[in-house]
């Protein structure tokens, strides 16, 4: 089975600072993104990657940026921690026409 | 923008009942398509996948795709407990690399 993991399933973090959240999948997959999921908004797409050193913006890129050094791992940064960030952070893969496999998500919350 | 219509519910359907998940898309030429189980405070899980139209059946799951109407369905028969979660269509973009547009979901319900 293919699988994504997160490296953190709960972050608090505070206004201003800097957040790393790290995504890594173990099929090599060409496609990785990320996403936020917040209560009655649903799934939002904030980066997507094609392949190693790419990314394309989502619909919801501010205040987000993304970096992928290695075809495995696809990391989200937040540059300045704001609380309207406070969110649950899901990364997803997938190859071609198959589905997307999620990782267990982030719950980040900024104080 | 693709857009991808789900009641959002509460849907409530009693132990050993058929739940019926509905979904809509707007993109005619959309090929494939998915159904995803959230629990709460969990990430989504891929149950269902469907390509053809018709039915496909998988356990206690059946998709249903109706291409001509854009229309997919999730019917769960014997419905359980452990069913109750949000449940999300997802639609395959045909454009690029399948990028898939989700809808916000369906939470589920089912009484014991």
């Known amino acids: 089975d293919v699988k994504v993991t997160q490296s953190s399933r709960y972050l608090v973090k505070r206004t201003g600072e800097k957040v790393f959240l790290e995504c890594v999948q173990d099929?090599?997959?060409?496609?990785m993104f990320w996403y936020r999921q917040d209560p009655g908004l649903g799934l939002r797409l904030i980066y997507f990657?094609?392949?190693?050193?790419?990314?394309e913006k989502g619909d919801i890129p501010e205040g987000y940026s993304v970096s992928r050094e290695k075809k495995e791992r696809f990391s989200l940064i937040l540059e300045s921690a704001s609380t309207n960030q406070t969110s649950m952070y899901l990364c997803?893969?997938?190859?071609?026409?198959?589905?997307?496999?999620f990782g267990s998500g982030t719950r980040l919350t900024v104080v | 923008q693709k857009e991808v219509e789900q009641n959002s519910g509460p849907l409530s359907v009693p132990e050993g009942a058929i739940a019926s998940l509905n979904c809509t898309y707007s993109?005619?030429?959309?090929?494939?398509f998915f159904w995803y189980r959230q629990y709460s405070g969990k990430s989504p899980e891929l149950i269902m996948s469907?390509?053809?139209?018709g039915d496909k059946e998988d356990g206690r799951f059946t998709a249903q795709l109706n291409k001509a109407s854009q229309y997919v369905s999730l019917l769960i028969r014997d419905s359980q407990p452990s069913d109750s979660a949000t449940y999300l269509c997802?639609?395959?973009?045909?454009?690029?690399?399948?990028?898939?547009?989700f809808g916000t979901g369906t939470r589920l319900t089912v009484i014991p």
């Open positions: 997803a893969s997938h190859q071609s026409n198959y589905g997307y496999t």
């Open positions: 099929m090599d997959h060409e496609n």
């Open positions: 990657s094609y392949d190693v050193k790419m990314k």
């Open positions: 993109d005619r030429v959309s090929q494939s």
């Open positions: 469907i390509y053809s139209n």
């Open positions: 997802a639609v395959a973009d045909q454009t690029g690399a399948n990028n898939l547009f």
